[in-house]
């Protein structure tokens, strides 16, 4: 009877049965040790706000979320900001609202989600009308886009960053209208130098005449310059620019001058360049340049006004601070040597001391820099006469 069984089809098939159950039961047990026992739980690598949620059951998410966030906020070494030159203004991160319910609906696992934030009632408006009332903004005399600032503050949030800071020379609402003249001074050309071929050297290395001073950089006037324009070029040039420069925020960081006066042509009293004296050598590695520590970029304009004249302009934005230069004169008189030799006879002439000082006051009075940020000497020449008889 069992022989007859064993061999019947009947019992082929039962064993085939119990085989592939078998089978069965093995791959569910391999598949439930390697993904089955993660059902209910967030993929690898998924991330919600700044909470990683890999391995995470969906039904603990929300409870995590509302600690991580609580935390989040009560964490007063978080900094949400904007600032426009050296001002800031802080975000209360207490007005943030943050949606558990529609973050967890959009989640895309395995990757990096956002918070959904918003502002409830009036915040958004009373933060924009905030923004726009600040002191230092209504000093700029420029306009901003505070609603994409507000916004892109908002995707922040979402993140849960530990800083934003946001520079509000990114949100000027027109460029174009907001840069505009600082100031501008005429540049004498001496005989033999043209104008037009000092314009030309700047033209072939920048466009439309516009020398940029490009935002946290050093300029140069021998490294921007030094291949188009001759020393005496680069002098003049680097003149007008030390004068435009002196009212600004910008370091001067090189400066060499010519410590002689020309009394020919010039007289104490009558000598224009106290102050404003440059000498650039290239034989001796002597330069010009100063550093732009602005979030905004500056630049030159230089325009021919006549055959031997032209005029350097400072383009930017305009300070809020308020900045005064001084050039304090101090004269040396000239000491008189007498001679018996009618050889070396020679007119005295009074010496200088210049100390330019550069004193910025910001818009609540307090006095944020007074330096004197230049100091020349130029020695006085002894008279000799000759020795009574």
Do not use: C
């Not at 990757?111 to 915040?123: I, W």
């Not at 325009?303 to 004169?329: D, Q, R």
């Not at 008189?336 to 001391?353: A, K, P, R, S, V």
Request: aromatic share 14%.
């Amino acid at each position: 009877m069992n022989s007859q069984f064993k061999n019947s089809n009947l019992g082929f098939y039962l064993y085939a049965v119990i085989i592939v159950m078998i089978a069965v039961a093995s791959i569910f047990v391999f598949w439930y040790m390697v993904k089955g026992y993660k059902l209910g739980t967030y993929d690898e690598n998924t991330i919600l706000g700044s909470v990683y949620l890999g391995g995470i059951k969906e039904d603990e998410v929300e409870a995590k979320l509302r600690r991580r966030v609580e935390l989040w906020l009560k964490d007063d070494t978080i900094i949400f900001e904007t600032t426009y030159q050296g001002y800031s203004y802080e975000f209360d991160r207490e007005l943030f609202y943050f949606d558990y319910d529609l973050s967890i609906y959009n989640l895309v696992q395995g990757e990096a989600n956002d918070l959904v934030v918003s502002f409830q009632g009036t915040d958004r408006v009373d933060i924009f009308n905030e923004l726009q009332n600040l002191e230092f903004v209504e000093a700029s005399g420029v306009y901003f886009d505070f609603e994409r600032l507000i916004n892109d503050v908002r995707l922040d949030a979402g993140f849960m960053k530990s800083y934003s800071s946001k520079k509000l020379e990114d949100y000027l609402i027109d460029e174009s209208v907001a840069i505009s003249e600082i100031s501008s001074v005429e540049l004498n050309i001496p005989e033999g130098m043209f104008v037009d071929d000092v314009i030309s050297g700047v033209n072939n290395t920048y466009q439309d005449s516009k020398i940029m001073l490009n935002s946290k950089e050093l300029f140069d006037v021998v490294a921007a310059l030094g291949g188009e324009l001759s020393d005496s070029e680069m002098s003049v040039l680097a003149t007008g620019m030390l004068d435009l420069v002196q009212e600004t925020n910008f370091p001067i960081n090189e400066i060499h001058y010519v410590p002689t006066i020309d009394y020919i042509t010039y007289t104490i009293n009558s000598y224009p360049y106290f102050g404003h004296n440059v000498n650039v050598n290239q034989t001796i590695d002597s330069s010009f340049s100063f550093y732009n520590p602005n979030d905004s970029d500056y630049y030159f304009m230089l325009e021919k006004t006549g055959e031997t004249t032209a005029i350097l302009s400072l383009y930017g934005l305009p300070f809020v601070n308020e900045i005064i230069v001084n050039i304090l004169e101090d004269k040396i008189d000239y000491i008189t040597q007498e001679t018996d030799n009618d050889q070396i006879l020679q007119i005295g002439y009074d010496g200088m001391i210049i100390n330019v000082q550069r004193t910025i006051t910001d818009i609540y009075d307090n006095i944020l820099y007074d330096k004197i940020i230049l100091f020349e000497f130029y020695p006085p020449i002894k008279e000799i006469i000759l020795e009574p008889n």
